[in-house]
T-cell receptor, first 114, second 117 residues
């Protein structure tokens, strides 16, 4: 399977706990995005990486959120001190590179904060 | 401020019918418009996309119509099938005058399509 993969697919955590999600983009895609999708809504942009550099962060990304992409391959999204409002589907997408516009999404990680 | 408005929120069509979903945008810098299909519990899958240099693009049963002056675009699904039942999202991003937007997508709220057999 050469698509975008995300792990875990589901995560249930208690309020106040920290969680970390992983995204493996399509091989050789050096652009990577994180989006968040709540029930009944379209995905909303969170952050963008070009290779290992985090070039843009949305105002949605509070200080409790951090994302990394060491070595420009896989990426991780960490949420510290989770809140019930963090419950959502976290989607990762990748894009080949300069001038290539198509973004390909992974299956997402469904986070439930109890 | 909702930059991409999608309608209808839900749509029911009979097998073999035409499904039409509409989107309107406000940001005149938007010039790349993809449509995504999402099944429950899955990530969005890219269906078809259009740039403003053409008014229509067709891929199989899926057609995008684009009206730059009205700032509207729509997805037409011909010969709709029960397997097309899913949520459809339109999206947009600036490319030519991206101003550092990094091509991040702004999505509509989605349309839940049900195709009855």
């Amino acid at each position: 399977d050469t698509g975008v993969s995300q792990n875990p697919r589901h995560k249930i955590t208690k309020r106040g706990q920290n969680v970390t999600f992983r995204c493996d983009p399509i091989s050789e895609h050096n652009r990577l995005y994180w989006y968040r999708q709540t029930l009944g809504q379209g995905p909303e942009f969170l952050t963008y990486f070009q290779n290992e550099a985090q070039l843009e962060k949305s105002r949605l990304l509070s200080d409790r959120f951090s994302a990394e992409r060491p070595k420009g391959s896989f990426s991780t999204l960490e949420i510290q001190r989770t809140e019930q409002g963090d419950s959502a589907m976290y989607l990762c997408a990748s894009r080949p590179g300069q001038g290539q516009l198509e973004q390909y999404f992974g299956p997402g990680t469904r986070l439930t904060v109890t | 401020q909702q930059q991409v408005k999608q309608s209808p929120q839900s749509l029911i069509v009979q097998k073999g019918g035409i499904s039409i979903i509409n989107c309107a945008y406000e940001n005149t810098a938007f010039d790349y418009f993809p449509w995504y299909q999402q099944f429950p519990g899955k990530g969005p899958a890219l269906l078809i996309a259009i740039r403003p240099d053409v008014s229509e693009k067709k891929e199989g049963r899926f057609t995008i119509s684009f009206n730059k002056s009205a700032k509207q675009f729509s997805l037409h699904i011909m010969d709709s099938q029960p397997g097309d039942s899913a949520t459809y999202f339109c999206a947009a991003t600036p490319v030519t005058n991206s101003g550092g937007s990094n091509y991040k997508l702004t999505f509509g709220k989605g349309t839940l399509l049900t195709v009855n057999p």
